[in-house]
């Protein structure tokens, strides 16, 4: 039985486009797609997805783990879902959403059962207990979130550590003395949430080189518990000029907060998140932010684990860990902090 390598091989194209070329999912030259269906008449190659696993062990289908988390916003969530569904699609792959409160449970059904080629993990912790699987696995494995130990696969994140740096040091270069940032919910720091304390951190050590003082607080994921914890940040550090937000919750609830509170950024309070720019599209936010990029961080995950797959990657290859580079999006809401 011909397989789909032997198509690609005779074809002279990668797998992925015979891939394109049969399902229609991404244009291909007319030439490569000439080339694919002479080899495929001539092979009497039937690409059938039963008979394709059968002969190749490969399934065309990339498992995504991914919760919603209480603690967490989903709509944020639904960002890095999306990217990397959107990729896996563009290289002719299908995704297995998996999202099972017991992520281990369910990485290993599906790597078990190889109903996957390969695994991309979301809600990446410090210490995940789903990794152990995941290495264990014949599959490869990506991850968008840095993990304490990244052995064994390969991991793609926002530089957190240099975000937060970035953040406070642009405030910090307005002439702002005192801030505020405004974290993810206790839980998720409590639970491995490690992007939590590295952007904080960071934010931390950069504020006292500078001689600024931080209030370092947490928020909720949600409405309306976040607009309290904003009310009680700013009644608590009245002195405050400046906001941080690493909290995607409270950046959707912050223009009610202000609207009820008279204020105006830049005008009375500076604000800075960290968020996508659809995300500040979708809740129409105007603070400036520094981009969370999950669209670009799905594509590169998914991007290397189709290498993997393919064999364009062997398995002696090093793995990468690869960060984002904070990207400030100025919508004019950072300045000078009000004179007095």
Same mark, same amino acid.
């Given at each position: 039985?011909?397989?789909?390598?032997?198509?690609?091989?005779?074809?002279?194209?990668?797998?992925?486009?015979?891939?394109?070329?049969?399902?229609?999912?991404?244009?291909?030259?007319? $030439?490569?797609?000439?080339? *694919?269906?002479?080899?495929?008449? &001539? !092979? #009497? +190659?039937?690409?059938?997805?039963?008979?394709? /696993?059968?002969?190749?062990?490969?399934?065309?289908?990339?498992?995504?783990?991914?919760?919603?988390?209480?603690?967490?916003?989903?709509?944020?969530?639904? $960002?890095?879902?999306?990217? *990397?569904?959107?990729?896996?699609? &563009? !290289? #002719? +792959?299908?995704?297995?959403?998996?999202?099972? /409160?017991?992520?281990?449970?369910?990485?290993?059904?599906?790597?078990?059962?190889?109903?996957?080629?390969?695994?991309?993990?979301?809600?990446v912790a410090e210490d995940d207990g789903r990794l152990p699987v995941l290495r264990a696995a014949p599959q490869p494995g990506a991850l968008v979130?840095?993990?304490?130990?990244?052995?064994?696969?390969?991991?793609?994140?926002?530089?957190?550590?240099?975000?937060?740096?970035?953040?406070?040091?642009?405030?910090?270069?307005?002439?702002?003395?005192?801030?505020?940032?405004?974290?993810?919910?206790?839980?998720?720091?409590?639970?491995?949430?490690?992007?939590?304390?590295?952007?904080?951190?960071?934010?931390?050590?950069?504020?006292?080189?500078?001689?600024?003082?931080?209030?370092?607080?947490?928020?909720?994921?949600?409405?309306?518990?976040?607009?309290?914890?904003?009310?009680?940040?700013?009644?608590?550090?009245?002195?405050?000029?400046?906001?941080?937000?690493?909290?995607?919750?409270?950046?959707?609830?912050?223009?009610?907060?202000?609207?009820?509170?008279?204020?105006?950024?830049?005008?009375?309070?500076?604000?800075?998140?960290?968020?996508?720019?659809?995300?500040?599209?979708?809740?129409?936010?105007?603070?400036?932010?520094v981009e969370s990029a999950p669209d670009r961080l799905g594509r590169m995950a998914v991007r290397q684990l189709v290498r993997r797959i393919e064999?364009?990657?062997?398995?002696?290859?090093?793995?990468?860990?690869?960060?984002?580079?904070?990207?400030?999006?100025?919508?004019?809401?950072?300045?000078?902090?009000?004179?007095?």
């Open positions: 039985m011909a397989t789909i390598g032997d198509v690609a091989r005779l074809a002279g194209v990668s797998r992925s486009t015979v891939s394109y070329a049969l399902s229609g999912k991404r244009a291909i030259s007319d $030439q490569a797609r000439a080339r *694919v269906e002479a080899a495929v008449a &001539e !092979l #009497g +190659y039937t690409p059938n997805a039963g008979a394709r /696993a059968l002969a190749t062990s490969q399934t065309m289908v990339i498992g995504l783990l991914a919760e919603f988390l209480e603690d967490e916003f989903a709509p944020a969530m639904l $960002q890095y879902i999306q990217g *990397v569904s959107n990729t896996a699609h &563009e !290289l #002719g +792959y299908d995704i297995l959403l998996v999202t099972e /409160a017991e992520g281990t449970r369910g990485l290993k059904r599906i790597t078990d059962s190889r109903m996957v080629d390969g695994v991309v993990l979301l809600n979130g840095l993990p304490g130990d990244c052995t064994g696969v390969d991991v793609f994140d926002l530089d957190f550590e240099e975000t937060g740096r970035h953040m406070l040091e642009h405030l910090a270069r307005l002439g702002h003395r005192e801030l505020i940032l405004v974290s993810q919910p206790e839980h998720v720091e409590l639970r491995g949430g490690a992007y939590v304390w590295r952007l904080r951190n960071a934010a931390a050590r950069a504020a006292q080189a500078r001689g600024i003082t931080l209030h370092a607080v947490s928020g909720a994921s949600r409405q309306p518990d976040i607009g309290r914890d904003l009310h009680a940040a700013l009644d608590a550090h009245p002195g405050a000029t400046g906001l941080i937000l690493n909290n995607e919750a409270a950046a959707a609830a912050l223009p009610s907060v202000m609207h009820e509170r008279g204020l105006a950024a830049p005008r009375d309070l500076s604000v800075v998140g960290r968020y996508s720019a659809e995300f500040a599209s979708t809740f129409s936010l105007p603070y400036s932010s064999g364009e990657i062997t398995p002696d290859d090093p793995y990468v860990v690869r960060f984002v580079s904070p990207e400030l999006v100025d919508r004019g809401s950072t300045g000078a902090p009000p004179a007095g």
